[in-house]
């Protein structure tokens, strides 16, 4: 089992910075991938930044050159730094976990945040 606990969320202006951050705890395996994903109210639930067991990242379009995704490796935690927020970035932020075990078989874990609100006015 696998726990997410995220922080940082809150109210920003146009043009200014938040960073969340998401502390994992729990049965986390070396090949652990993570992300931040995000909803808006009325909206589908999409992938804003993505970070491999390795370090490798990826983003989203409309957040490129504006977030970055880092982790901690050895405190199971993860970042998103978000910069030059809009008000197209209010929303529910969740962190997302993805492992995979190979016992009995290839099987993957899907494991979430509950999510911190990020409000960026108009």
């Known amino acids: 089992q696998v726990q997410l606990l995220e922080s940082g969320g809150g109210l920003a202006q146009p043009g200014g910075s938040l960073r969340l951050s998401c502390a994992a705890s729990?049965?986390?395996?070396?090949?652990?991938?993570m992300g931040w994903y995000r909803q808006a109210p009325g909206k589908q639930r999409e992938l804003v930044a993505h970070?491999?067991?390795?370090?490798?990242?990826r983003y989203a379009d409309s957040v490129k050159g504006r977030f970055t995704i880092s982790r901690d490796f050895a405190a199971y935690t993860v970042y998103l730094q978000m910069n030059s927020l809009e008000p197209e970035d209010t929303a529910v932020y969740y962190c997302?976990?993805?492992?995979?075990?190979?016992?009995?078989?290839?099987?993957?874990?899907?494991?979430w945040g509950q999510g911190t609100q990020v409000t960026v006015p108009s």
């Open positions: 997302h976990l993805s492992q995979i075990t190979y016992w009995a078989g290839r099987r993957d874990y899907d494991y």
């Open positions: 729990g049965d986390i395996f070396s090949n652990a991938d």
């Open positions: 970070i491999s067991d390795v370090g490798s990242t």
